[in-house]
C-alpha cells in the first residue's frame, strides 16, 4: 500500500506483528470503546458521517449496514469478512492480510461489539495460502495479548474470530453463497429476501463487510467520522485502494482519496508501459463494463463519475489496456471465465454465459457473421436482471460495453477473420 491515508504506516521489516501494528496506534480505538463502553450507536453514527461504502464492489453504505442488525434480539449474531477475492484484477485484500491483518481483526472486533455478536469468521479465499497463514499468526497474537476470547480487556466483552478457507469458486464472492459455503453447504446464492442482516450465518443476523471495510474502521474511528468523509468527495467518502493492473509500468495496490481523477493514478502507476496509447480501462474489475480510454482520462475515481459514465467502480480494480491488444480477444477471455464459474442455479445464467462464449469465440478464431453482434446484445439483455445473484450482470456487462465501444474491431473479424491490429 502506497499511501498512508487510512491504512496505517508500519514503517518494519514484519509489519505483520503485533507489536509493530500497536507503535502505529493498533487497538488503541479498541480499547478505547471497550473501556468507556461507548454506546453503539454513537460508533454507528460515525461510520454512517464518514460516508465509507462497501469496497468490494456493491458499494453499499456501511453504517446503514450495521444499523439493520437489532443488536438487543436474543440469539447468536455473527460477523463475516470477505476476503474471497476471486474477481480477475483485484489484489488489495490479500495485501491487508499480508502486511495489516491486526487492523482487520481490530475492525471486526469493533463490528462484533457494535452488533452484539461473539462470533466472527474471515472467508479467505483457499489459494491464499500466504495471506491465510499470516492471517492465523495474527489471530494468535490477539488472542494471546488478551485482544480475542473472553471478557476482553476486562470489559465483559467475549467475541471470538476464525478463519475458513474457501475452494477457489467466484461465486463464494457472492455474500450469501459464501455463508453457504461456511456452512459446509455447496456455494450456491441464496433468494433474497430474506437478507443476511435478518437470516445470515447458520440462520442468524449477520453483517458481511469486505475486508479493505472493516479495516478501515479503527482509523475512521480514531480520527472521526467528518475527517474520513472529507477526504473524498460527495457520496465516495474517504480514500480506497485501487488495484491498478495491466499495460503500466508500476502495477500494485495504491491507496488514494475518492474522487482523484484517473490520470494522476495512472501517474502514480508509472504510466504507459513502452510509451504506447492507452485504448481503454476496465475501472471495477472484470465485471465492469469497459470505458474508452479518452473518455476515461477525462473521469474521477469515485462510484458516482464511474456509474455515469456506464460503468463501475466495483471493488477499484483497475485494468489498463494499450493499443496493442485485440479487444476480441479479451472479450473472449472474459466471457470463457464467466462461462466456466457460473454456478448453474439460474438458467439465463447457466445457459446464457456459454452462449456468450461460444458466439464470442468463433467471431475471434474467424468464423463470425454479422448477425452474431446483434445476437450477443440480445443475449446479455436476457441475462441482465434475471439471476438470483449478480453474476449474470458481471457476464453481461463487460460482452455489451465491449461490443458497443468497439463495434468496428469485431466488424473487422467477421470480414477479415483475423484481429485488428
Known amino acids: 500500500m502506497a499511501n498512508e491515508v487510512c491504512f496505517r504506516t508500519l514503517e518494519s521489516a514484519a509489519p505483520w506483528k503485533l507489536d509493530e501494528y500497536r507503535k502505529a496506534g493498533g487497538y488503541e480505538m479498541l480499547t478505547k470503546i471497550l ?18 461504502r462497501g469496497r468490494g464492489g456493491a458499494g453499499f453504505p456501511t453504517g446503514l449496514k450495521w444499523s439493520f442488525i437489532n443488536r438487543t434480539a436474543p440469539g447468536d449474531k455473527y460477523v463475516v469478512c470477505n476476503s474471497d477475492e476471486g474477481e480477475p484484477g483485484t489484489f488489495k485484500d490479500r495485501d491487508i492480510l499480508r502486511y495489516n491483518p491486526h487492523q482487520l481483526i481490530e475492525g471486526m472486533i469493533i463490528c462484533g461489539y457494535v452488533i452484539g455478536a461473539a ?74 429476501p430474506p437478507f443476511p442482516a435478518m ?26 467520522g467528518e475527517w474520513f468523509r472529507d477526504l473524498g468527495v460527495e457520496n465516495s467518502g474517504g480514500s480506497k485502494l485501487f488495484s491498478i493492473s495491466g499495460n503500466v509500468n508500476k502495477p500494485g495496490n495504491y491507496e488514494i482519496p475518492m474522487g482523484t481523477p484517473f490520470s494522476e493514478l495512472l501517474e502514480l502507476a508509472g504510466g504507459m508501459r513502452d510509451g504506447r496509447k492507452l485504448k481503454a480501462v476496465i475501472p471495477g474489475g472484470s465485471s465492469s463494463p469497459v470505458i474508452p480510454g479518452e473518455q476515461m ?37 472474459l466471457s470463457y471465465f464467466y462461462y466456466e464459474e ?8 447457466r445457459e446464457g454465459t456459454g452462449w456468450m462464449y461460444r458466439v464470442v469465440r468463433r467471431i475471434e478464431h474467424g468464423q463470425g457473421r454479422m448477425e452474431d453482434l446483434e445476437l450477443l446484445d440480445d443475449v446479455a439483455a436476457k441475462i441482465a436482471g434475471r439471476t438470483i445473484c449478480a453474476l449474470g450482470d458481471a457476464a453481461a456487462g463487460p460482452v455489451a460495453s465491449f461490443v458497443k465501444h468497439f463495434r468496428e474491431e469485431f466488424e473487422y473479424h467477421i470480414k477479415h477473420g483475423k484481429c485488428m491490429v
Not at 207 to 219: C, H
Not at 301 to 325: F, P, T
Open 199 to 224: 437470516f445470515g450465518l447458520y440462520g442468524k443476523p449477520t453483517v458481511i463487510n469486505n475486508t479493505e471495510t472493516l479495516a478501515s474502521i479503527p482509523v475512521i474511528l480514531s480520527q472521526g
Open 297 to 333: 482520462m477525462q473521469l474521477n475515481m469515485d462510484y458516482d463519475s464511474i456509474q455515469n459514465a456506464g460503468s463501475m467502480l466495483g471493488s477499484g480494480a483497475v485494468i489498463v489496456i494499450d493499443d496493442s491488444h485485440c479487444m476480441v480477444k479479451i472479450l473472449e477471455r
Open 119 to 192: 462470533s466472527g469468521y474471515n472467508y479467505i479465499r483457499g489459494e491464499f495460502w500466504e495471506p491465510y497463514e499470516r492471517f492465523e499468526e495474527a489471530l494468535e497474537e490477539a488472542r494471546e495479548a488478551g485482544l480475542l476470547g473472553n471478557n476482553i480487556l476486562d470489559s465483559g466483552f467475549d467475541f471470538e474470530l476464525h478463519s475458513h478457507l474457501g475452494g477457489g469458486a467466484y461465486i463464494c464472492g457472492e455474500e450469501t453463497a459464501l455463508l453457504e459455503s461456511i456452512e459446509g453447504k455447496k456455494g450456491q446464492p441464496r433468494f433474497k
Open 342 to 349: 457460473s454456478c448453474g442455479q439460474c438458467t439465463p445464467c
Open 35 to 52: 473501556k468507556e463502553q461507548t454506546p453503539p450507536d454513537e460508533i454507528i453514527e460515525q461510520v454512517k458521517i464518514s460516508g465509507l
